[in-house]
């Protein structure tokens, strides 16, 4: 295909994406394997897309910045686990022989699609499992160390760590949605901008493939705005987790 015809896929493709994580989350499930399908080499490729999720993760947080009030220890807490892991999860993706991560793909991507098909029900979930009377504190070293291992997840792939962060906080004991989307934006966004600088410093982002991503995802994100009222969100997860499948079930046979 020529730059051109890689350019509209890849802005197709992004513009989906922002449309579905404004209304539904989920995707880096579009993005992602449709660079590897472009004949991007797959650890590259997935530096580029972490690289255009920082400004999603940062808008999501301006949004929700309001609903962060009396959440100071949470922030302060866990956003040290979450720049470590975010770090440590960058080191090891680009430490990673890219034919085994090549293989590692198709798994990735079919564990990150179980993740999401279970994330409408999983925050609600992880509140009722949770301990009557026995909320963590953000200084626990549970709590410390469940975000670090997803953050670690998160700067290696990243694609599922949203309902990862979600069901960690509620079964630490936090029961207000708002509050929990808005430090999931915030521990996201400090995971996906330390690995973003790293993956740069590095020269692992390719930079043309980034801007189209990240205009294509602005744009989509704007219009899923418009018809998030509109849209059925189990529909359109249904139809995400679908082309999650697809894509992990066809990047194994293709091998």
Known sequence: MSPLGDGLVLFGAAFAAGAINAIAGGGSLITFP?????GREPIRA???????????????LLALRHDLAGLGGWIAWGSVPSVVGGAVGALLLLRTPPPLFARLVPWLIGLATVLFALSGR????????RPRGRALTPAHPAALLYQLVVSVYGGYFGAGIGIMMLAGLGLAGLTAIHGMLALRNFYAMCIN?????????RGAVDWGDAAVLTA??????????????????????????????????????RG
Not at 34 to 38: A, D, H, I, K, R
Not at 122 to 129: E, F, H, I, T
Not at 235 to 242: E, G, L, N, S
């Open 34 to 38: 449709t660079l590897v399908w472009l």
């Open 46 to 60: 997935n530096a580029t897309n972490t690289v255009s999720l920082s400004p999603g993760s940062l808008a999501a």
């Open 122 to 129: 999983g925050g609600a979930a992880a509140v009722a499992r």
């Open 193 to 201: 901008a330390v690995a973003a600088l790293y993956f740069a410093a």
């Open 216 to 253: 294509g995802q602005v744009a989509g994100g704007f219009a899923g705005a418009r018809l998030a009222r509109r849209l059925n969100p189990p529909a359109v997860r249904t139809v995400v987790v679908a082309i999650g499948a697809a894509m992990a079930v066809s990047l194994l046979l």
